[in-house]
């Protein structure tokens, strides 16, 4: 045959070739060194990840609640909740006759919480005016008691009643949680009291 195409190997030329051995290395296993390095590493991983454990376990440890919440502090109470105020009597010595002032004692009391500071100390006739011993204001610690001198003077007895049937102080008292007006009553013998001196004062007013 006659033609320029490429020259085809002859029979049998192909497979000797593929059957031919193939002359690459194997792949060599991995050396002692190696080997050592892989487990060594693998030794590392895991202490790092034990240790990783145990902090995190003794931080929630040591940030655990140890117990319940204490409940909050409750507030302090409000001052009338606290103060008494009780009518003790009429000061001795009071004017002889017809006089327009006069004197009576009333205890103050404070049971608990911090100390009350008195800032007023009136009454609601509007012919009277009021006076304090100790002046206002004035302190009283928790758990004690003062007493305290009101004087009163009658200034004009067509404002003030013939017959106090039901008398009261007005307090205004402070301490660290709130400020409040408050109104006391004393009772039937300090409305007797004042009744007697309010007619011995205005007595030919009231005749």
Do not use: W
Not at 17 to 39: I, K, M, Q
Not at 141 to 168: H, N, Q, W, Y
């Amino acid at each position: 045959m006659s033609g320029t195409g490429p020259v085809e190997p002859g029979e049998g030329t192909r497979r000797e070739a593929e059957d031919e051995p193939s002359t690459a290395l194997p792949a060599r296993p991995p050396g002692r060194a190696a080997r050592l390095y892989a487990r060594r590493r693998r030794a590392v991983l895991a202490a790092a990840a034990t240790a990783a454990l145990l902090t995190g376990a003794g931080l929630l440890y040591a940030t655990r609640p140890e117990g319940p919440e204490p409940p909050p502090t409750p507030p302090p109470p409000s001052p009338s909740q606290v103060v008494d105020i009780r009518y003790v009597g009429l000061r001795a010595g009071q004017p002889a006759g017809r006089s327009h002032s006069f004197a009576f004692e009333v205890l103050l009391s404070v049971a608990s919480g911090p100390p009350v500071t008195t800032t007023r100390l009136s009454q609601p006739y509007a012919g009277i005016t009021l006076a304090s011993a100790p002046r206002t204001p004035f302190r009283t610690a928790p758990g004690s008691a003062r007493k305290i001198v009101i004087t009163m003077r009658v200034t004009e007895c067509g404002k003030v009643p013939k017959d106090a049937a039901l008398p009261f102080l007005d307090v205004t008292l402070r301490n660290t949680h709130a400020m409040e007006d408050h109104s006391y009553i004393l009772g039937p013998r300090y409305a007797r009291d004042l009744s007697h001196v309010l007619q011995v004062a205005c007595s030919n007013d009231f005749g």
